[in-house]
């Protein structure tokens, strides 16, 4: 095995002091510490304009880091397609940079989203197929939505299925999620995914990430997904947790994409 000259280097930027963003970007710091990579967390105020934004993310590409995020969201007013347009597309291991978005479209090497990539390696780790079932995803943000269907779409291992994608305006809900093998729920609204939505058997993966009151918590809220976990769970053939399932894994898929764009820039091979 070949060994790297040098640690692979990633780089998060973040405008302001968003606190939620905070508790994330300390995840990844210590993901970074954990695995050897040499993380950067750099940090713009919240009175940053755009241009101070753009400046900041083509100085970046320009630099030594392999990989760069840009933590959202972003304070109003600054605009993050326009940002991302500075970034090294090579360098843009979270790949929502329009030619990485483009290259999944395509079929071509590059960054897939990192949830939509975790997912797939949930999958895959616990031996769940996805060729010819019907996977259907409640939401179509460019952050897990659409970048999940076009690798469920894709023709390799964990791809090859059948892919419906529900939104707000879907008639029916339930009725197309009862129709799912899989069912991947990243919508953003609390347990909104019931028992009756879901066919018996089915994968259900739950991407949502949501905060509500519940005054025996320590804190007055507890964290919970887009799927009723405690009705859905009976019925599901698989399902995974909130927290602790596809968040951990987001992670992960954004350290291995740093690798990644370090083999790539030093010229080693690709892993398998």
């Given at each position: ?14 405008v302001g002091s968003d606190p939620a963003s905070a508790v994330y970007i300390r995840n990844k710091m210590k993901a970074c510490a954990a695995t050897g990579v040499h993380g950067e967390h750099r940090q713009l105020p919240a009175t940053a304009s755009q241009a101070d934004l753009d ?218």
């Open positions: 095995m070949d060994v790297l000259p040098e640690p692979p280097r990633l780089t998060v930027l973040q400046a900041e993310l083509a100085r970046l590409s320009a630099g030594p880091a392999d990989g760069i995020i840009l933590q959202l969201p972003l304070p109003p007013g600054l605009v993050a397609a326009s940002a991302m347009l500075q970034l090294d597309p090579d360098k843009d291991v979270d790949g929502f940079h329009p030619v990485n978005l483009g290259r999944l479209v395509a079929g071509l090497p590059g960054f897939a989203p990192c949830t939509p990539a975790g997912i797939r390696e949930l999958l895959r780790r616990y031996e769940l197929p996805t060729r010819g079932r019907h996977v259907v995803i409640l939401g179509r943000s460019l952050i897990v939505g659409k970048p999940a269907a076009l690798l469920f779409l894709e023709k390799r291992v964990l791809g090859d299925a059948t892919v419906t994608v529900c939104h707000s305006a879907s008639r029916d809900l339930p009725g197309l999620c009862r129709q799912a093998d899989i069912l991947i729920a990243a919508v953003g609204s609390p347990e909104l995914v019931k028992a009756d939505w879901v066919r018996e058997g089915a994968v259900v993966v739950d991407v949502g990430m949501n905060r509500v009151p519940d005054a025996s918590a320590p804190r007055g809220q507890r964290l919970v997904g887009d799927v009723d976990f405690a009705g859905v769970a009976p019925r599901a053939g698989a399902i995974s947790p909130v927290p602790g399932g596809v968040g951990p894994l987001t992670v992960a898929m954004l350290l291995c994409n740093t690798l990644i764009a370090c083999r790539r820039r030093r010229g080693l091979p690709e892993l398998p």
